[in-house]
């Protein structure tokens, strides 16, 4: 299976994939990590980091392995592609869109969060707000952690899977 988490900088989709990646051994692809190895060997990075998610998670599906793709997926035209990745490794695939309905504590989250990856910049609160992040069409859950704590997060997210 194919989890795809989506959802702003600062929503906790990280957080989440890695304790989901955790219990159950599924492989975690961050384009945050992708696209910081590409630009610290010199590349401009604009939907590379993507392309290179979109190879690993799909080699790692047809292993047999449920992977996580852990990226904002700000647009239908990137989670259409995630979609492909699992028709093309002939599994199922999960829309899961991490969301903070709270602005308060998402603009705490964002502003008080340490850079996990070396060199990478986390964008500032203006850059959140002001990201262009297109409104969902079609199914998917949706969790907001501004109610929903890491572990119910999880919890929900493995029962939808059947994991």
């Not at 992708?34 to 990075?45: K, S, Y």
């Not at 700000?74 to 492909?84: H, N, Q």
């Not at 490794?89 to 603009?107: G, Q, T």
């Amino acid at each position: 299976m194919l989890l795809i988490l989506s959802g702003l900088p600062g929503t906790g989709k990280t957080t989440i994939a890695r304790e989901v990646a955790r219990q159950t051994g599924a492989v975690h692809v961050r384009i945050d990590s992708i696209e910081q190895a590409l630009r610290n060997a010199g590349m401009r990075v604009e939907a590379e980091g993507y392309r290179v998610g979109y190879a690993i998670a799909e080699d790692n599906l047809r292993l047999g392995r449920v992977v996580i793709a852990d990226s904002v997926n700000p647009w239908p035209l990137t989670r259409e592609a995630w979609r492909s990745v699992a028709g093309r490794a002939a599994v199922p695939h999960l829309d899961v869109e991490i969301v903070c309905s709270d602005p308060a504590v998402h603009r705490a989250r964002a502003e008080s969060r340490a850079a996990d990856i070396p060199g990478h910049v986390l964008p500032a609160w203006e850059d959140i707000v002001r990201r262009d992040y297109r409104g969902w069409e079609g199914e998917r859950v949706q969790i907001d952690t501004a109610y929903v704590t890491l572990d119910e997060a999880v919890r929900r997210i493995r029962a939808t899977m059947r994991l």
